[in-house]
């Protein structure tokens, strides 16, 4: 067998004993400002491992990287999803392809498959025209040179308007894994690396630890906010809000997400909040606290002006989201709820609330000002006529959208079609690095667990984008494939789509519609011709 190499496009996954297949090379075309992607991927023909490595010639007018595609295990299909809506039949259990390191080297079993993820970012000012993408595969003291075309149209994409995407960022994570403490100059550091790759994904509204996000158990006090007790008042710094709001201004963030006043999932509590910062995890009242009690009100009267001030002394106060409880759901959570929100209300008028949940009578009811509910109901509420987010987490699944690691890559490519399809207002999801054993404060290897060690209620591939780095956070497959979704719902915005139109007809809800690869080639070579 001799050793092969061949291009593909960035929307399958090479497995190690995939078989080679006779694929064109990729020919790509992009508007001045858009990133694509492809893979450049090898099989050694050896009675030994062979280190491969990878580079990409200099191409003066395009910006190009190249990064070793890792796998991580998956010891079993996610459940609930029918095996023509699964990717990896034949390969799982076993290694799935998803991290992309920042190196372009690796040492290949013999008649393994080693793929590499080639990125090529267009800049605005580019001159429209073909360019020739060579890249070099070194394999046993052989080179082989294999050539992608990207075409650059004249037109510029322009950025995308009016779709906050957030995903909570854990700073927790980051102070566990590389052992820092929080705020401190390691962990600022670490921020800026990670707000970077947080916003090269196309995610442009933040979660922002003003208090210790009350999300999934317990968590490690990372609370931004000091605050002290002197008698029957309450002392504000606000001085690491304003570092973190300026460091993620710097790096390109333009919204920020407040975190909830109120506990997870009955919305029952008042929040977890520390004398200081936590360090010494003291609480200000006890944590049985009532989410409306005398207790929580005198805190919150004399927290929210000062909070109103600095957001309008920032000018943040027409971009910043609020949050009540994450996820209520049932008759006792709506009553605690509806009751957590009017306390809110009384004494912060200006603020509106969003939050994830997915009864249709939050909206109905104007409950919330921003519902966000599931993509399982989120029709339901554009046929209502109810001004919504949407939102996936570990569910829906079956031949709902999702982005797993068993879940196909144009599947996942379709996220920005389906929300212009049905005019969606934002996105959210909750795990851009969340690297815990479910609801606990229990670290783990994020390369060996992608579960949270919770399967089957938790989904492999649902708790992160993100890997952690020697430095900095390494992506992956799925987040590459889901930022250039974001890119497509901005070309959408362009070029003017109609939503209703024909070329989005057979989009018909977030578990009908095309899954190939060849209808979004085709749909957005259409897109196209129309600038």
Known sequence: MA??????????????????????????????????????????????????????????????TVRRVGCVPVPHFNTETPADEL??????????????????????????VQAFWVT????????????????ALAA??????????????????????DFPVTHWFYADSLCDWYKVDPWTRPLWGLLERYFDSYVAHGFDTLLTPLFTPPLDGVKRPTQLLRVRKRGAKYEFDWSDVEKWVKLAQARGVRNFEWSHFFTQWGVKYALRIYHDQGLDERLLWPADTGATSETYRGFLAQLLPELHAFLKRRRLLDRSFFHVSDEPHGAEHKANYVAARAMLQ??????????????????????TDIPIPSIAVSRQYAEEGIPSWTYFCCGPRGRYLNRLLDTPLPKIRMAGWLFYRFQRLGF???????????QTRQLIDPFTVTDGLAWPGWAYGDTMLVYPGASGPLGSIRGQVFAESLQDLALLQTAGVDPSGPLLAEL???????????????????????L
């Open 3 to 64: 050793t092969q190499t061949w291009l593909s496009t960035s929307l399958r996954r090479w497995y190690p004993r995939s078989e080679p297949e006779a694929l064109k090379s990729p020919k790509l075309q992009a508007l001045r400002g858009e990133q694509v992607s492809f893979q450049a991927c090898v099989r050694v023909a050896a009675d030994r491992p062979v280190t491969v490595s990878a580079a990409a010639a200099e191409c003066v007018a395009l910006d190009v």
């Open 428 to 438: 959210l999801h909750w795990g851009f690095n969340y690297w815990y054993k479910s």
């Open 508 to 530: 018909r809800d977030f578990c009908d519609f095309p899954k190939t690869e060849g209808w979004q080639q085709q749909a957005r070579a259409q897109v196209l011709r129309s």
């Open 346 to 367: 009384g004494l912060a008028p200006w603020i509106k609330t969003m939050d994830a949940l997915s009864e249709v009578d939050y909206g109905r009811e104007g409950l």
């Open 140 to 161: 046993g003291g052989k080179t082989h040179t294999l050539k992608a075309t990207v075409q650059v149209l004249r037109p510029e994409l322009q950025p995308r308007r």
């Open 87 to 112: 990717d990896g039949v034949g390969h799982i259990p076993g290694y799935v392809p998803d991290v992309l390191w920042d190196d372009a080297e690796a040492l290949v079993a013999p008649g393994e």
């Open 120 to 135: 090529v970012r267009v800049p605005r000012d580019a001159k429209p025209g073909s360019y020739t993408v060579p890249v």
